[in-house]
């Protein structure tokens, strides 16, 4: 993941936000992949954050769309 890929993907979302389900859905995986990016790349304490985001993925509780 670089600053292009983002910048195309804040694109992507702004071409979406009259539909605010698949924009809100874009944005939250946006989100993800960036904390996986940095769980693999970023400095030891980056990647010790981004791992102690991650684990919210585990907790078991209904996520919400609409």
């Not at 936000?17 to 790349?41: G, M």
């Not at 970023?42 to 919210?56: H, S």
Request: hydrophobic share 35%.
């Amino acid at each position: 993941m670089d600053l292009k890929e983002i910048k195309l993907r804040v694109k992507d979302i702004e071409k979406e936000k009259y539909d605010d389900e698949t924009a809100h859905s874009l944005e939250d995986q946006l989100y993800q992949d960036f904390v996986d990016h940095i769980a693999k790349t970023g400095n030891d304490e980056q990647k010790k954050m981004a791992r102690a985001i991650l684990q919210t993925n585990k907790i078991d509780f209904a996520r919400w769309c609409a």
